[in-house]
Nanobody
Framework: QVQLVESGGGLVQAGGSLRLSCAAS????????MGWFRQAPGKEREFVAA????????SYADSVKGRFTISRTNAKNTVYLQMNSLKPEDTAVYYC??????????????????WGQGTQVTVSS
């Protein structure tokens, strides 16, 4: 069992930046590929970014490529999502997810085994 707790969300103006963190506990963090997903009101959950167990391989949704960066520090059991040049359409609840089945992260939410409670990100225009 892995427990995931997100933090770092908040209200920011368009063009601003936020850094989300996801702290994991319960198992060996480096055995899990990690992902970030988001869900806006009235919309389905969508993939944002993913990172491999070692941190060497990352992937991004086209909508955030070039603006968001996913990273991890295995010694601190934490994965991050640096979000720059934020847009109002980035407004959503952001969730981190962990998969013990994956070595490299995935954009498919059903491949993840554990989920955090989410953190709200609101971008004003």
């Amino acid at each position: 069992q892995v427990q995931l707790v997100e933090s770092g969300g908040g209200l920011v103006q368009a063009g601003g930046s936020l850094r989300l963190s996801c702290a994991a506990s319960g198992r060996t963090f480096s055995n899990y590929a990690m992902g970030w997903f988001r869900q806006a009101p009235g919309k389905e959950r969508e993939f944002v970014a993913a990172i491999s167990r070692s941190g060497g391989i990352t992937s991004y949704a086209d909508s955030v490529k070039g603006r968001f960066t996913i990273s991890r520090t295995n010694a601190k059991n934490t994965v991050y999502l640096q979000m720059n040049s934020l847009k109002p359409e980035d407004t959503a609840v952001y969730y981190c997810a962990a998969s013990y089945r994956l070595v490299v992260g995935s954009s498919r939410d059903y491949e993840y085994d554990y989920w955090g409670q989410g953190t709200q990100v609101t971008v004003s225009s």
